[in-house]
Structure formats: C-alpha cells, structure tokens
C-alpha cells in the first residue's frame, strides 16, 4: 500500500509522497496554478473566494486544460473515470452564494471543495456539505464506483476541529496554525501545538486526516508537520512565488524581498480596512508583510478614512505600490524569509519532498 | 560519537537523546527543579530573573544538593572535575544588575548563563558576556582542562540570532518562537519558520547549536524541532506541571485545566501592568491564559489602575484568584492543552524522548 493514503481518492497524486496542495489563494490561485499543482503530484485548488463571478471561467479553463493532456497522463483519465475535474475549489463562506457555488459546481464538479470562515462556525457549513455532497457526477465509465465530491474544511482550533469533525464529518481537516499568510483566526496557536492538540482531542478511530497549513515553506517543515500528526500540508506563500501563480509582478518582488518574516510581517485588519473589505467575521485577521497601511494606521493613528484614500492614490503606482514603504497590501506568512526565487509548480513540489527526506533522514540518529 | 554534541561540554546529559533544558521560569524554576531536570539526563535552569536577592540560597541549595547525590552520580563528578554546577542560570538582563550578577556567579558558577532581553539587543550583552567567561573556576582535579561558563543568548528573530552570534560568539542560541509562555517578541513566528530562516542564514560552518523554545510541550513537537534545524529543546510551560516546580497550587490547576492553547491563551501587555511590572523593553509582551485582567482590559477597556487595584484584592483569595473568572495571571504557551498532568522531571524527560522516538519511526515510511 503506498504510505499516501489519499492517493486512492486523489489517484493523480504522488503516492510515495506526503500530500501537498496548493492554497486557493484570492486572485493568484487560477486554474493555470490548480492544473500545475495536480499535473506534479500535488493537488492543486482554485480560489473560488466570496465573490464567485469569474469561478465558471476559470473551471472551463480547467476543464480544457485537463482535457488537452495527453490521455496518458493521470488528469485526463480521472476526469474521464470520475467526471471530476482534477483540483479542488476554495470558498469563503461568510461570503460565497450558497445557490450560486451549486449551481456552478454541478456544471464543472472539481474533486474537492475546501470550506473557510462561515459566519457560524460549523453550523453554517453543514448545507453547503450536505448539497455538495449530493452532487456527485456520473462516472463516464459504467465500471467505475461514483466518487463524490470530497469536502475539506479549514480550522484553526482545537474546538473548531472538534465540532467540524462532529458536525460535518469532512473528508480532511486542513489545520491552520498561526504563521499562515492571509486571512486567519487572529487568536491562534502555530502547527507546533494546534496540530499535536487536535490529534490528541479527536477519536482517534474516526480519525479524518489533517492537512497543515501556516508556515509551510519548505522541506524542514513539512516533515516537522508530519512529526505533528499531519499527513500532509498546504502552501499558500510558497506558491506566491510560483511561475504559474497569476500574481502581480509588484507583490511577487516583495515576497522574494522580504526577510525575517516573523518580524516583517504582522497580523492586523487594516489590510481589509484599507481595500474596503468589510465581510470578514470578527474573529479573523490577516497577516501581510508590513507596510504603510499598517504603520499609519497604528503608530501614527491615521483614521480609517485617510488611510483609505492613500491606498487607492498608491493603486496608480501599479508594481511600484508594493514594498514596505508603499501601501499595496502583500499578504504572507511567516515563511516568507524562505521563499527566495520563482519556481514552477513542479519544482517547489519536488525540492520539497527532497528537502523533506533529507530532514527525515536527518531525524534517524536518534531513533 | 554521541549523536547529542552537547553531550561533550555537559557529559551528565544523555548522549542519545537531544537536548532538553528546562526554562528558567521566574519564581518557579528554583534548585529544585534545576537539579531534577539535571539528574534526569536534561540540563536544568534556575531563574536568576531581574532582581537577583534570591538567587545567591538557590545556588546554594543547588551545591548542596549537588554533593548529597551519591559520588558515582555524574552529578557531584562533574561539580568535582569543573568546578561548575551542573545546571543553569537564567538572568532578564533589562532588569538584572551585572556586578551582583557576576559577584554571585563568582561564588557559584554553573556550567551555562542564559542571557535574554536586554534593552539594546546584542550589544548590552556584550560586557556581560564577556564577564561571564572570565569566571573560569579551577578544575578541582589538575588533570582536567579548566572549562569556562558557557554563554546561552535567546533570541525571537532571525536578526537577533544573527547579530547575537556576530557579537557575542554564544555556545547555544535559544530560538524562541511566538507560540512560548510568558515573555517574548510581540512580534514573532512560530518556530515552524524561525528555526529553519534562522538556519539558513547563519553562516553553516560556524553554526552555534540552536535550542527551541515556544510550544515544546511533547515528543511530536521536540521532534518537529529537530526537523527544522535545532539540536533539542526547551521547555517551559510543560515544566510548570512538574512535581519539583515551585508553582502554586491555582497556578498549576489552571495550567492543567486549560486546553486549546491558541484560543485559551493570549499575548498582552496587560500582566504585566496589573502586577506593576514597569521594566520590559517596548518590543515584548507575555503569554498567557485569558483571564479578567485581560477581559477587563482590551474588551471592556477598564483603566490599568482600576485592573491593578482588582489585581491585589484578588491575591487575598490565594489558590482561588487563579482561572478564567480570576485575576492571578497564569503565564503559559499554546502547549498548555497538551499538559494534563504532573509528573516528576525524570518522568517528563522520559516521556518525551520516547513520544519523540515514536514520532520519528512514523516518519521513515516517507524516506
């Protein structure tokens, strides 16, 4: 049996590796990122988000890139079996149309549906479950099993873990610890305690598997993820600086800028303030690479307002607005200081998994 | 050769194990526990803190304590053969005098100094350091070469861990990360992203060992640090439910009665302020349990002389002020949901190097 267990209901994906997917990030995580991250191994996710009038176009996207593989060539042949596109899709819940995401997953099902920050946690998830659930396409090959699709909910405690599990019974639980990039729970722990606490909370038998998420930036991490109970993990920043990411040319130079990113990156709401975004739920924050926004608004108490009108002046700089001095908002984690250069989807995910078994190797000594 | 390098320089410790030093933790890291977590094959730390008219009965203790163990215990050889208690000494160097200190340090040196949080991160460390190494106690048996203190800096940055090993040449850098109990950077990453930037920028060939503090609660999570580069750990709050730690007895419930660490347990100024703890540089704040000193303040913005004031009515209630109803502050990381129980240190020490054994066996099927 290959050590991967989701390589069974994700066939495309590496089996010998750890689970690695790519963060349905607002904006960057196309369907040109999704389909590179599933073609290497990963399992890649397109950023439905709140609003979700570019979400059809980008499936069809997906669908005619799948398609133009070579038949071969694992995508194009699940897609067949399963009649589900080779990705996952993320949503943002306390803003997404419920009736909307449906009636659109059921003309383009993708493999999985990653659900984050409902209003009412998880009691809000629990439709969006149960209708996704029900639309399960029909396999185009009479031999195979339907495969439904998989529902993967994001938390970020112990409690939200718990009750999720409870309430939703997800597919897989993607934990996310406090050094994530973008939006979180703004009180929160990091991988290091919240993922060991939450294998330690859920039955153990009906154990749903964990992917972790915050912080993951390399191989050292990921195998310190695997150490805490994980079977895998999401990378949102890393991917920022990623050939196929569709990210401004501004926000990618400060992400291989940036250094030391426990202490050049903050978490805070002005980020959200500043671009007008006011759907959040309370108990979120985001954390981005510092920057005016963030100083005039705190050292300098700059009213809301204010700080508003110089963000959107600073939109006519373009790639120029970024950068600690300027005010375009770079959302990243706290592996920023470790991501360096701009690879392609199957680079990162391959130095990864390298970089992983040399930590692995690493750890045998004291066995 | 032992995998564990510093087994070398403190030949008690267990050379097949990493590292595990026990936080000098102010009031509550004594001779006691020092001396435990020593004997059990770790490296015990006595807070030395910033007021130091204590620390002189506790070296003392610790000396006694030292040359009752029987003489084949490694304990009083290496006490013998050095000169040098077998433990540390933790001193907050914002607050501490560094004449006293070094008087005190003269008259009972232990074999390392664990130096943090200076006003002016490195260079207030530099004369201290410097000190410290002069005192370097006859051998008391002429054929062992003389061995000098070793210096420990903490640092919460990858700029702090580099300009300290530029300026100060540590024996052992303590990498702390954002999820630690009591004080440390406000703004920080978890060690998920700090051991590993920090390794990567530190020059390879003189690389000082890193130790990890911030969340090491358990063996996954000791051996997650090891995955991102340090060489063994610290811990703090897990030795807070330990038999031989000076802790009250509200202290400890809350401790063990506290889960979900990063929704229980917050960062703030505000314990600090309720206790009229006035000298901490701006730059750190403290972790710990949500209590109402913290819901008086940030939610119902009582002023910190009315919070002060409920602060000392509630030490009267002795065991009972501590709790999420209480004021008495509980200072502790986002482990705390992890420690259930009080056991002794050796017990403690074991229980981790063997969860961490486990942890690290899980992983081979991945290399």
Sequence with gaps: MPPNTLHKTYPWISPSNPSLASAPMLNIATANLAISVSKAGGIGFIAGGYNLSGLSAELISAS????SLHPTNPLPAFYTDTGLLPLGVGFLNWGADRAEAISILKQHPPAAVWLFAPTNMPDDLLEWANEIRSITPRSKTASKPQQRIQIWVQVGTVHEALSAQQTLHPDVIVAQGSDAGGHGLARSASLMTLLPEI???LPELTQTPILAAGGISTGRSLAAALSL????????????????????????????????????????????????????????????????SYIDSVESGMDDEENRRLYRLEMAKGDDGWGPQGRMTTYAGTGVGLVNRVLSAEEILDE????????????TAWQ
């Design 64 to 67: 005619k890139q799948t398609t």
């Design 229 to 292: 109970g994980a079977v895998g993990a999401v990378m949102g920043t890393r991917f920022l600086a990623c050939a196929e990411a569709n990210i401004a040319t501004g926000y990618q130079r400060e992400i291989l800028r940036a250094t030391d990113g426990g202490a050049s990156t903050v978490r805070s709401t002005v980020y959200d303030s500043v671009r007008g975004i006011h759907g959040w739920p309370e108990r979120y924050d985001g954390r981005g690479v510092v920057n005016h």
């Design 352 to 363: 990864v998994w390298e970089d992983m078994k040399r930590a692995i190797g690493g750890l």
């Design 199 to 201: 294998c330690s909370t």
